[in-house]
């Protein structure tokens, strides 16, 4: 399959503090997928983008499709302790994941 | 509700045994999914369903099986082969591979220990 690259590996801040992930993949993607997993939980979908340029926000949340097609961004605003749990990347009809983004956020 | 059943959430497997997780979905979906997950580690594809009666190995299909004899269920036996099966199981369908129907929607996990 593609290879994902997500980075940073972990991260830990301070609550309110701004948080930025990145994805970046070997191979040109069509769409580009943000998912959030709680402890002991199934991934949850945050974002869907569908066109290269695209910025696209859920509430805190900003995601962005990378020109190149080959990367996304995903950023955090003002964190919250209910943002902690980990933060995948997915690319379309691949279904393989990047490795996460471990958030911890310290109130 | 809608959604996306794993069952059990706990199991355990002594050495030498095959064991079934259930996966069911009311959504209508077309594909299902099979990931493992490794304490601190992303998600690998075990197995793929995209349609009834058909499935494809993932980039670990080794040690396990599927069935899709049903649209709604995917179950995943980790047999005997599997010499590492503890992991966390998530199961996953969408409604179906096109764009726009990618979107996975994911179950709440099966913790699988071996004694």
């Known amino acids: 399959g593609q290879q994902l690259n997500q980075s940073p590996q972990s991260m830990f801040i301070q609550e309110g503090e701004d948080v930025s992930m990145n994805c970046t993949s070997s191979s040109i993607f069509n769409t580009w997928l943000w998912y959030k997993q709680d402890p002991g939980e199934g991934p949850v979908l945050l974002i869907a983008l569908y066109k290269a340029g695209e910025l696209t926000s859920n509430g805190r949340l900003t995601a962005q499709f990378g020109i190149t097609r080959k990367d996304s961004f995903l950023n955090i605003s003002a964190s919250i302790p209910s943002d902690v749990g980990i933060y995948f990347c997915a690319g379309h009809n691949d279904m393989r994941f990047g490795a996460g983004t471990r958030l911890t956020v310290k109130p | 509700d809608g959604g996306i059943t794993q069952s059990p959430k706990y199991l355990f497997r002594k050495e030498g045994q095959n064991v079934t997780l259930s996966c069911e979905q009311n959504l209508n979906h077309d594909a299902m999914y099979w990931y493992r997950q490794d304490p601190g580690q992303g998600l690998r594809l075990i197995y793929y369903?995209?349609?009834?009666?058909?499935?494809q190995k993932g980039d670990i299909a080794e040690g396990y099986s599927v069935s899709r004899e049903k649209k709604e269920s995917f179950p995943l036996t980790v047999t005997s082969a599997q010499k590492n099966p503890t992991a966390f199981y998530l199961c996953a369908s969408s409604p179906g591979a096109r764009i726009g129907n990618e979107k996975l929607f994911f179950g709440s996990g099966t913790q699988l220990s071996v004694l």
């Open positions: 369903s995209q349609i009834v009666n058909d499935f």
